[in-house]
């Protein structure tokens, strides 16, 4: 339980409200800024505007995925307020809060570390982004559907890095039936996806192997489909780059060639807020609960 | 090879285009009706107007997926020329001429019957329906992301009826991670159910087994899906009904209750044209050859 | 329940263990004949010898797998006692008295028959046949991994027959990793195969379709494997033939080529007799409580 | 290619000579010690005696899968003749040779270390690792169809550890139908089991999860399956234990309940020699033209 537990939530997207909900049910205190449009009424949760005062009392403040914006600001798709993280509000953070959000840009990095508050970014978990991967994955699967005239079951799909995303693509694709390469760069990962039946080849060949594909899935964040590959690549095809901007695409050249590429960053929230929403809850309570076995509850 | 063969084809869908190319490729004599809009030139294929001429020279003629409508109109995307099969035209075609469509209306079924002409409706077959179970599930699964905030992955999904569908997309659902129950009626649909590890139980039994559901797809083609069974479901759960129309469920009641319920026909024409043109194509043609094989070339 | 039914059981193997099990719980009498040596303690269950009186009182009678031999013998692995099912036996057995067996031999067939005693055979039945397929898979496999100095994941596998057995084999073969080829003589099977993403061919062509396996398992009861096929077949490779004595293998010329060819008839009863006895005790149980309803208890 | 490369094979088992002859086919110069009895002849290979003016020729010397015991004695199934490494012999070989085995004893470590000679352990390679983690689980998948009366499809599996062994072994049992479960100790374990369908528990909790088992595969190199875990399994459930000697088995408490509990090392090279044999073969081909890439070929 988050007895006596004082979250305060800023901005945040549908993801959030599952966050929200289970930090109810385990009875943490919740204060919600940057919420007024929500309709949804979570019992004993109550909203309130930004402010030192409000910060002075939290335990743990949680950001939305993206955290702030590179001059500070928060988004809410819940509120048209606008919500900055001031010098002023981070400085009236009490020792040991502690701020949970999804992947931290500079701005908060620095704030965070200058003001010595404790920064937790959820997507590096190794936990998170396994779990992560499905929605991503299944996001990614829908896009294929929409965008080719094919049936992924029987097509030719190469994913590119056998990651934490990698591998659960790979799995989903090879679930639907679809012939699915994976390009590597470690020998264990080749051995990895032998074992899963999956074909394996070296990342330094990607240019031989890709005459016959009709979909690529990139998970790598390093520019790996390059124009000489997409080169070589049926005009058919379809690229769908998974890794974070700018992804791993010479998108302008495949756009000249006429080959689509899609950039599909943050497709957990986008297909699956709800889950995508159950796999940060879980994560932060969680470690919340293991920092008040270590610390006790004061 | 198909030379010799005239064939014609009337109307149609992005479909037909695959079926063209397979036929020109085998070097059938290709004639196409309602084409004018097309821009895709295959090699070897002309344009023509509906006529009794035209059609005294078929061997073999291609109608779309739904042959005709209900007064024998055939639709086409490539054309806004209007097509009907006139009792004239019927009776210009010559014994042996064999006309292919999905499913025929009544009204092709009388036209060919009263004129012998044989009549082939392909989406009766076993072979095609099991291959079109294949873009089927795609399209469904597709459906199932997009209309629901959760992952597929770790849903409850129950799956009626473990025909030709159903068997297709309760593998699917399997594949990418879903918990699967089937609705079946057979002992031997049971055994198998379990041996391929989806949960069976019996279709009289429904109303007790979706307390818990997330998704319902629907391959029984008798209303099955009841105003009893859907007062038993949860509000986030979500109807996908694949049978014809009008589908096995209680669309009005389900609206009432707040639940969503889609029903989704011609599928394999909307998520993967190409595909469900190739079924069609490969079909066809071996059937022809097969004719060939049988009578002789004339 | 089976309370006031009169159960005789007649010989067998440690599968009837499990049949005789789930009887007492379902409080049936029972009877045994023919397990004088079985230590195992049943609550409720009496042991008898082989009598008109007794079997007078018999409501169902439950014999081996294999029934009688060509001479009326039972089996029994539980007891030195000849057991023959003779004439007058026959005759005591009251009118509605059934019989279940797995297969009958013509001897049994000729009894039942004359005397107007219901014959049920399970293994004829779909859902038994298929509930069986499964530990007949495991022992194909498991003789598999002995009979190989290579692991069958990523193997080369040929399953002939797509039928309730030849589905699971294949499945099977496929869930462990192997590639899986399958020989059918239907269309819809060779579109079912592909849609689960085995390698179709037609048994036609089953000569060109070995020069580089390494195992096959066939399920077809005719011959199949001929001296012409296995004069295709690499040494190395083996041949796993499921299909009931004598098999589809021209096992003679095999030996002569040095290729090891092996017939397996009855594996459910050795590698899982508790899980293949279960699967007849549901079955006949569901059998008989079916009956009940149609005619009431008496 | 090999050429130039003077391989001395000192002893081992079948799996060498799948190693043998890769080296032969890639044109290596082959020299055997302690093959005697082997009849199979490979072109161009030459046996000898264990002596010191042969290993001054040698640029690579592979030892079987377990090395030297812990005086020093290579085994041979090939010979029966007694085949030691000693000083004189280590301190013959030339500076860059290098040994490549298994896993190494202290006695082979030593040896090595004092005469500045390189040694590769090959087993302790991830790719190797996860190669043989396929034969692995098919031995253990034969042994528990092998030592159980149900079939393992259906049945209830635990699966403690998810290293390189681990997964492969999950993977396989559900690839074939089972129920499982796995134990692991990491968040990112617990998140990858759950997106792969395994029903994953902390190993903490072992005890209170065994209440309805009937196989535990044990890949966790320590004492886990301890008396008091034992103590809560059903009579009926059987262990197969792979970590390497002693096991991570209480296997003399088992033993006390009545439990049967097997041990089961070096599985690749008993189920599938040829298969283990290739896995070697080229992993250390591989290395090698690496090294020589890096050095060039002097
Ligand atoms: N689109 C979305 O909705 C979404 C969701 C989740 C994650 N992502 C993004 O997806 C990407 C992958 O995330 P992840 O969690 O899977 O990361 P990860 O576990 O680190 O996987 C990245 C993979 O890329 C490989 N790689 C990195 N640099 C490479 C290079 N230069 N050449 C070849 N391979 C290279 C890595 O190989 P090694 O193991 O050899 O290093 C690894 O297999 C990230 O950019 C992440 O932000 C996007
Ligand atoms: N939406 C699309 O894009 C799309 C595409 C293809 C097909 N379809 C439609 O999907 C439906 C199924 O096609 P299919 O090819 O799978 O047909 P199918 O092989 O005949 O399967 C129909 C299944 O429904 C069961 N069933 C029929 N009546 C039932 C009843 N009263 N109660 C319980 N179960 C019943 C059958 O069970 P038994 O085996 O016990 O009879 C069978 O398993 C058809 O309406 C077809 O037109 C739609
Ligand atoms: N070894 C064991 O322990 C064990 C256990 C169970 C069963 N069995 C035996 O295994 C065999 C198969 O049993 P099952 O239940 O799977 O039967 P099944 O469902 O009838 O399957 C038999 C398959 O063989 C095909 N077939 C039959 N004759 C053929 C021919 N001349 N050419 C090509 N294909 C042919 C059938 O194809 P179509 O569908 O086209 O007719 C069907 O797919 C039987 O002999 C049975 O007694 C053995
Ligand atoms: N029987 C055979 O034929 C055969 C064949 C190959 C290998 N093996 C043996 O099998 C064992 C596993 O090999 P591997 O390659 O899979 O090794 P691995 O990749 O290191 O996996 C070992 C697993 O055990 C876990 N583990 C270790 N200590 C633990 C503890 N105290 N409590 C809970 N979990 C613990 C590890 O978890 P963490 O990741 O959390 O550390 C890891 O998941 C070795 O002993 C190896 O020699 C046997």
Redesign the interface.
């Known amino acids: 339980m988050l007895t006596g537990i004082h979250a305060v939530f800023i901005g945040g997207d ?1 993801r959030q409200l599952e966050v929200i909900q289970k930090f109810a049910e385990k009875d943490a205190t919740v204060t919600l800024i940057g919420f007024d449009n929500l309709q949804n009424q979570f019992s004993g949760v109550k909203k309130a505007s930004l402010s030192e005062e409000l910060l002075r009392e939290a335990d743990v403040i949680l950001l939305p995925a993206v955290g702030t914006d590179d001059n500070g600001k928060i988004d809410s798709i819940f509120s048209s307020e606008e919500l900055i993280l001031t010098e002023e509000l981070m400085r009236s953070m009490k020792k040991r809060c502690t701020i949970y959000t999804g992947m931290a840009k500079p701005y908060l990095k620095k704030m965070c570390h200058e003001h010595g508050v404790r920064l937790v970014e959820l997507f590096d ?4 982004a ?2 992560n ?3 991503t994955a ?2 990614a ?2 896009l294929a ?2 965008n ?7 097509s030719e799909c190469i994913v590119l890095g056998l990651g934490r995303t990698g ?2 693509m790979a ?2 694709l ?4 679809a012939k699915v390469k994976v390009g590597v760069r470690k ?2 990962h ?3 996806a ?4 999956f074909n394996p080849f070296y990342v330094q060949d990607l240019a031989s192997e890709v005459s016959n594909v009709d979909l690529i899935f990139n998970t790598v964040p390093a520019m790996i489909v390059t124009a000489q590959v997409i080169s070589h690549m049926p005009h058919r095809s379809v690229i769908i780059d998974l890794a974070s901007r700018p992804g791993g695409t010479d998108f302008r050249f495949a756009e000249k060639r006429g080959i689509k590429a899609i950039l599909a960053p943050g497709l957990p929230g986008i ?5 995508a929403g159950k796999i940060i809850a879980n994560c932060v309570i969680d470690l919340i609960m293991e920092d008040q076995e270590k610390w006790g509850n004061g």
């Not at 978990?125 to 998170?128: E, G, S």
């Not at 032998?194 to 039946?197: A, I, N, P, Q, S």
């Not at 297909?271 to 889950?275: H, L, M, N, T």
């Open positions: 549908a978990r190794d936990d998170v396994i779990y991967s499905v929605p299944e996001g699967l829908m559907i929409q080719t005239d094919i049936t992924i079951h029987g591998i659960t799995r989903t090879q679930g639907i039936g020998k264990e080749y051995a990895r032998e074992e899963m039946r297909v699956a807020p709800k889950s």
